[in-house]
């Protein structure tokens, strides 16, 4: 399709707001087209904590602003104001609007801030890609240290979500100076990943990717027990492993709902929320990748440290990219959303 065409759509489906994810649009973002053909429309999070250096030093690479997105209140891990396009449910929060906007096509990269899940998790309730790492932006964002709703002191890190792998990638190699290579990984993952893991990194023999499994215990709303976890694991790995599945389709994944009595945390862990509740507060970088099941796939994890983010992309670029035409067809034909009644049509002389 024509980029000017394409880019068009990408601004009347922002301007219709068909699921009331969108803060502000900036339809001159098009004429960038006019200086680059490569560009990628970028949605931001209506949240402080990102900083016009971000939108700036991203621009300089074709990456152009096109919207302003909504979020949940005051970073609530349920948006109690959106829903989910694909299961009706109120969206993963709190990065929830910016999650929407990349899965309808609107944007082509989003901007979010993550404490304790707010980036991850919402492009996981989407079947989208999410990175977060502490080292975008860090002198910046060491000014916005908070307390979780159960009393974890943290600082939110900056994230991207897209529905390529390769723009994220592109993005945090702008930010992080990061450098492709083919350097050895040592990979931990449960004894239930180890074999398929081992099946997919073997497609690329130039690569060595050493898979050990490694207990992983049943955790449970609290986060402690996965903070020590991360802890305890990261140091002696390149990339840890993990996959969650139905990231808020069956359960409501907020820890203020939960909070109340037995019967609300049960709910709340339903939601499919663990490890990515805690990447973030642990101080580690991490990537998740869709799978053709819904609102699930894989959670990589690393230490913040350059070398192991480059070694983690390594092995993002084993996993298969998850393709889905109904997906496609439903909601990203951009005439979709611009059909005509019968006596519309007959009115401007539609046949």
Request: net charge negative.
């Amino acid at each position: 399709m024509n980029q000017i065409i394409r880019h068009a759509q990408q601004t009347f489906l922002a301007m219709k707001d068909p699921y009331h994810s969108v803060e502000k649009v900036y339809p001159q973002a098009i004429h960038a087209v006019e200086k680059c053909k490569d560009i990628h429309y970028v949605g931001i999070k209506n949240a402080v904590q990102i900083p016009l250096s971000l939108i700036k030093r991203l621009k300089n690479y074709g990456y152009e602003l096109h919207t302003i997105d909504r979020c949940s209140i005051n970073g609530r891990a349920i948006d109690m104001q959106l829903r989910n396009p694909i299961t009706g449910n109120r969206m993963t929060g709190s990065s929830s609007g910016t999650a929407i906007n990349v899965f309808l096509g609107i944007n082509d990269l989003g901007i979010g801030t993550d404490g304790g899940g707010s980036v991850l998790a919402p492009a996981m309730s989407v079947q989208c890609y999410g990175f977060i790492s502490p080292l975008i932006e860090h002198e910046h964002m060491k000014q916005y240290e908070k307390y979780s709703t159960d009393g974890l002191c943290f600082t939110p890190s900056l994230g991207f979500i897209s529905r390529e792998l390769g723009l994220i990638k592109e993005a945090a190699a702008i930010c992080l100076d990061l450098r492709s290579g083919e350097k050895t990984v040592n990979v931990f993952c449960p004894e239930s990943l180890k074999e398929n893991i081992k099946l997919l990194t073997q497609r690329n023999r130039k690569v060595e990717i050493n898979v050990d499994s490694i207990r992983f215990p049943e955790f449970d709303n609290s986060r402690s027990p996965m903070i020590d976890f991360l802890r305890q694991n990261l140091p002696d790995c390149d990339v840890l492993v993990s996959y969650e599945k139905k990231i808020d389709v069956n359960g409501l994944g907020d820890s203020i709902f939960g909070h109340f009595d037995h019967e609300t945390q049960a709910v709340q862990l339903k939601s499919g929320k663990f490890l990515i509740r805690v990447a973030n507060m642990v101080g580690a970088t991490a990537l998740c990748i869709p799978d053709t099941a819904l609102a699930s796939g894989y959670v990589l994890m690393c230490e913040t440290k350059v070398e192991k983010i480059e070694k983690m992309f390594q092995v993002a670029e084993e996993f298969p990219k998850s393709e889905d035409e109904l997906i496609e067809r439903y909601f990203r034909n951009a005439d979709a959303y611009f059909t005509y009644g019968a006596l519309e049509e007959g009115l401007i002389g539609y046949k």
